[in-house]
T-cell receptor, first 112, second 114 residues
Framework: NAGVTQTPKFQVLKTGQSMTLQCAQD?????MSWYRQDPGMGLRLIHY???????DQGEVPNGYNVSRSTTEDFPLRLLSAAPSQTSVYFC???????????FGSGTRLTVV | AQSVTQLDSHVSVSEGTPVLLRCNYS??????LFWYVQHPNKGLQLLLK??????LVKGINGFEAEFKKSETSFHLTKPSAHMSDAAEYFC????????????FGAGTRLFVKA
């Protein structure tokens, strides 16, 4: 049972490049979410999904897109990377919002 | 609207002494409450959760938390700190009224001195 798998673990992008952060879970969880973590700012919600085909914006959605075509996968797309998107990104999943979340190990992204 | 406040951004204790990390919440409903731990350069791990059963909740690694509705608090405690407890701890509230209602606190960094 792998839990929540995030790839890649590290990435360096140039300003203006696009990329997709992958997130997959094998627990048949309906709820999935993406957070970014920056020093002194805690965890900020980017986008979330309450089931396949359903996504919504969180606190800091600008510059990011998501889709949820399957229950297992919830990729996060950076459309045109900016230095302000340098951060650690975490994906999480849960059976329901009140069950507690399982987190991936994170992707450390640097935009130069 | 719900909210969660972690009252200390940093807590420092000596090894072998008690740990207290404070969390207050606000919710119009009967919320579920959680504590997560994040060790350096790692993901978050669920420590314990309260979901309207016993008000004293026991978690992993000797941690426990007590839900006090009258004080709207959910403080995390451990009788004796270990060096391996040094990490960041997040208090989380979820109203459970449907949809996505999970709110994270800002975190408390725990330092453990030898």
């Amino acid at each position: 049972n792998a839990g929540v798998t995030q790839t890649p673990k590290f990435q360096v992008l140039k300003t203006g490049q696009s990329m997709t952060l992958q997130c997959a879970q094998d627990m048949n969880h309906e709820y999935m979410s993406w957070y970014r973590q920056d020093p002194g700012m805690g965890l900020r919600l980017i986008h979330y999904s309450v089931g396949a085909g359903i996504t919504d914006q969180g606190e800091v959605p600008n510059g990011y897109n998501v889709s949820r075509s399957t229950t297992e996968d919830f990729p996060l797309r950076l459309l045109s990377a900016a230095p302000s998107q340098t951060s650690v990104y975490f994906c999480a999943s849960s059976r329901q919002d009140t069950y507690g979340y399982t987190f991936g190990s994170g992707t450390r992204l640097t935009v130069v | 609207a719900q909210s969660v406040t972690q009252l200390d951004s940093h807590v420092s204790v000596s090894e072998g002494t008690p740990v207290l990390l404070r969390c207050n919440y606000s919710s119009s409903y009967s919320p579920s409450l959680f504590w997560y731990v994040q060790h350096p350069n790692k993901g978050l791990q669920l420590l314990l959760k309260y979901t309207s059963a016993a008000t004293l909740v026991k978690g992993i690694n000797g941690f426990e938390a007590e839900f006090k509705k009258s004080e709207t608090s959910f403080h995390l405690t451990k009788p004796s700190a270990h060096m391996s407890d040094a990490a960041e701890y997040f208090c989380v509230v979820s109203e459970g009224t449907g949809g996505f209602k999970t709110i994270f606190g800002a975190g408390t960094r725990l330092f453990v001195k030898a």
